[in-house]
């Protein structure tokens, strides 16, 4: 890789600022194109994987994770109707032994302003809206709909479940309705007595399944309700839902579910669509990363994780270029070789995850994704290319 080499992402969500960073980090020349115009974070509360946290402690951000997440004792299955016990997982530290580094809760805001401080604001353009893009042998040209336009080494698309590069690249597609929404917010962890915010919480019933999780230090618990929904709703977390669809939901169930339904206030919803994984994600100066590459059903907590380990992935192999154009193109090869298949098989498993019933399902859970939330992608990549240096 050459200084003379610029790499532009489009989107600055959790992967795109992952991506950045960890080009940052080894002395690559990135800017981040946004269309927002200012940086922040919509969601609510979501799971790191130690997949996922052992990357951003590499980053640097060890210190503010520890300050800012929450690091859970047990998963708790309790009973929908009575919110008696079932059965429990503990993780805390068996997990962080076990997998070689934490398994966390964090406000999505927390992490995106953590990542966004691993950048210096000059590499970061808000209000910049990719509407098209053209790519030669020599390199890339953006187009924003402000009517700028700049020019880049190599473009990545992490523009999220909606992407602009994906449709150029790839395509337009045919999402499939999966006939649930997930709806979601934060509440006041005082809020809620009988739920502890050390701990995460499933209760499973028959017309839904509640996750309720810690975030901000434990002050909030952040829950998700995925239940069946008519098909018509938008996936967004900026999406409003009533407070009334929430409680119509969860009518009946455990006292401690009702608690947390009397507590909530604003309530969102994100309607679930699947989506095919797709056969190529890059060309010779354009790919894509995290939700624009692999949007997956979110019945792992992956799809962020994934994003990461994609950001850090990328910055490897950019890293370890050969200088030109067909550096770049070995590279982004090389990247899409190293987690289509691996992102694909996440995706294709969180179709799956979503049907558990109560009891099966923190044994299964923990079974089924141990071999994602052990994976080291970066130092995977390091001991293969030193296997090929030995060659
Ligand atoms: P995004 O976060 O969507 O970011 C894309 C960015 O690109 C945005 O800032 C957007 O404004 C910008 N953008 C879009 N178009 C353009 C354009 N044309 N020009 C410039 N900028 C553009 N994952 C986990 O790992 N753990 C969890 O616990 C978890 N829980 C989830 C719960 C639910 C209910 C859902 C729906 C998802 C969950 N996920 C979870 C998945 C996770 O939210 C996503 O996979 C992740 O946010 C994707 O990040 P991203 O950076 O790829 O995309």
Redesign the pocket.
Known sequence: MTTTTTIAV???????LAAAAALHRRGIDVHV????DTLR?Q?V????GPN?TRLLHRLGLAGELERAAVRPEALEVRAFHDGSLVARQEMGTAWERAFGAPYLTVHRGDLHRMLASLLPAARVHTG????AYEETRKGVTLRFADGTATRASALVG???????VRRSLAGDEQPLYSGNS?L?GLVDAAGVPGLDPTQMYMFAGPTARVLVYPVSGGRQFTY?VVAPAPEGHAESWTSAAEHADLSAALDGWAPQVRRLVGAARDVRR?A?YDRAPLRRWSTARTTL????AHP?L?HH???????IEDGVALAVCLAEAAPGGDGIAAALARYEAVRRPHTTRVQLGSRDGGGRGPGKGVRDQAADVSWILAHDVEQSLYDEMSGDNAA
Do not use: F, K, T
């Open positions: 489009i989107g600055a969500g959790i992967g795109g194109y946004e269309r927002g974070e969601g509360g979501m799971h790191l996922g910049r809206e990719l509407v992490a523009d999220g479940v909606h992407s602009v997930a979601r998700v994100w679930l990363l995290g939700d624009a997956m979110p907590g992956q799809g962020a994780n994934q994003a």
